[in-house]
T-cell receptor, first 116, second 116 residues
Framework: AQSVTQPDIHITVSEGASLELRCNYS??????LFWYVQSPGQGLQLLLK??????LVQGIKGFEAEFKRSQSSFNLRKPSVHWSDAAEYFC??????????????FGTGTRLQVTL | DAGVTQSPTHLIKTRGQQVTLRCSPK?????VSWYQQALGQGPQFIFQ???????QRGNFPDRFSGHQFPNYSSELNVNALLLGDSALYLC???????????????FGAGSRLTVL
């Protein structure tokens, strides 16, 4: 079955330090991959997406992610974390299609804490 | 431009009651998806509507039903509420990206349902 694994439930980094959040997927075909961020009490905001082409994708707020087919991974990175980046981060993959519609399967999320 | 709007933002029900949640999609979007996010979990796909028809459905019982109106807005109905239905219910709207076959979802802030 298609799935997404986020191995780290909780990560703490210092402000200004680099960040990498891990995401592994299980999907037979070429995956369509997403990273979303959720601040407390808020909905999900799209950070970036990978559909095809360049395996290094740039997103909003200085985030980037690299698609590695050989490792079935789509890790999210940021060179210098800001205190405002503290939030829950979700990796997701499109796992089915309904004509014009697609369904996302999400990982369980990684909670990022930023210390000053 | 308003994004996805959901109402109500919070509500409390008792076991056995019924609830209706509402969603207005982002302007220009024609597909509405509903997700359930239990505390500490990633969102789980409930179902998806396009052209007023349910196009895909996740692993949720028939107590969960929905509707899409001609103006693309949508309702999620849950009957015979159980304690386990307590969650954040997220609505997402989307449109088909020509040539990719994939949707990019825009999420609302959610409706938090508490069942006592």
């Amino acid at each position: 079955a298609q799935s997404v694994t986020q191995p780290d439930i909780h990560i703490t980094v210092s402000e200004g330090a680099s960040l990498e959040l891990r995401c592994n997927y299980s999907y037979g075909a070429t995956p369509y991959l997403f990273w979303y961020v959720q601040s407390p009490g808020q909905g999900l905001q799209l950070l970036l997406k990978y559909f095809s082409g360049d395996t290094l994708v740039q997103g909003i707020k200085g985030f980037e992610a690299e698609f590695k087919r050989s490792q079935s991974s789509f890790n999210l990175r940021k060179p210098s974390v800001h205190w405002s980046d503290a939030a829950e981060y979700f990796c997701a993959v499109v796992t089915s299609w309904g004509g014009t519609a697609s369904k996302l399967t999400f990982g369980t999320g990684t909670r990022l804490q930023v210390t000053l | 431009d308003a994004g996805v709007t959901q109402s109500p933002t919070h509500l409390i029900k008792t076991r056995g009651q019924q609830v209706t949640l509402r969603c207005s999609p982002k302007s220009g979007h024609d597909t509405v998806s509903w997700y359930q996010q239990a505390l500490g979990q990633g969102p789980q796909f409930i179902f998806q509507y396009y052209e007023e028809e349910e196009r895909q459905r996740g692993n949720f019982p028939d107590r969960f039903s929905g509707h899409q109106f001609p103006n693309y807005s949508s309702e999620l109905n849950v009957n015979a509420l159980l304690l386990g239905d307590s969650a954040l219910y997220l609505c997402a709207s989307s449109f088909l990206l020509t040539g990719t076959g994939a949707n990019v979802l825009t999420f609302g802030a959610g409706s938090r349902l508490t069942v006592l």
